[in-house]
T-cell receptor, first 112, second 114 residues
């Protein structure tokens, strides 16, 4: 099964509202990354949070990491129609094969 | 920089045919990755290179798949012979560090095998 699993699988909100997406993983990680994918496009890196960090901000994005719960959340504040996309978390484990393992993603729709 | 460049953007072929996907990474990036994305399996790492050398090809599904990186600015992913279950979007990505830095993705090649 996937190392990272996003929740919810789909989220639909009104423009201006905040969107929160969650990611859970199974094993210890070096870092966790969030990516965005617009329909028909490649993935775009949003933010990287290391295992010794608890929170990180980038513009309207806020990422938290709770290593005790093996979970992360991505908060998008004051959402815009252009935020409509799929959002993926990806983890790099501390043991085993060194690779970036992606979750199945959350499909976010911002309604104008 | 133009970013990661992939060609073709779309490929439609018939079962049994050879398919070659191409990638030009960002200049100066030492790592190149090939991913496959499907609805069923999500995004999977197929293989990655460091300084043109294949490091981990454990994600390559079977011997029909092969990848090469003859120089720092070019890589190919070949499927021979292609099968309908190979239909997917194939992404190339590059980065300057291994997994501790941003991976820059290309626009992908949408492959349809009839």
């Amino acid at each position: 099964s996937q190392q990272g699993e996003e929740d919810p699988q789909a989220l639909s909100i009104q423009e201006g509202e905040n969107a929160t997406m969650n990611c859970s993983y199974k094993t210890s990680i070096n870092n966790l990354q969030w990516y965005r994918q617009n329909s028909g496009r490649g993935l775009v890196h949003l933010i990287l949070i290391r295992s010794n960090e608890r929170e990180k901000h980038s513009g309207r994005l806020r990422v938290t990491l709770d290593t005790s719960k093996k979970s992360s959340s991505l908060l998008i504040t004051a959402s815009r129609a252009a935020d409509t996309a799929s959002y993926f978390c990806a983890t790099v484990m501390t043991q085993g094969a060194q690779k970036l393992v992606f979750g199945q993603g959350t499909r976010l729709t911002i309604n104008p | 920089d133009a970013g990661v460049i992939q060609s073709p953007r779309h490929e439609v072929t018939e079962m049994g045919q050879e398919v070659t996907l191409r990638c030009k990474p960002i200049s100066g990036h030492d790592y190149l990755f090939w991913y496959r994305q499907t609805m069923m399996r999500g995004l999977e790492l197929l293989i990655y290179f460091n300084n043109n050398v294949p490091i981990d090809d454990s994600g390559m599904p079977e011997d029909r798949f092969s990848a090469k990186m003859p120089n720092a600015s070019f890589s190919t992913l070949k499927i021979q012979p292609s099968e309908p279950r190979d239909s997917a979007v194939y992404f190339c990505a590059s980065s300057s560090l291994l997994f501790s830095d941003t991976q820059y993705f290309g626009p992908g090649t949408r492959l349809t095998v009839l």
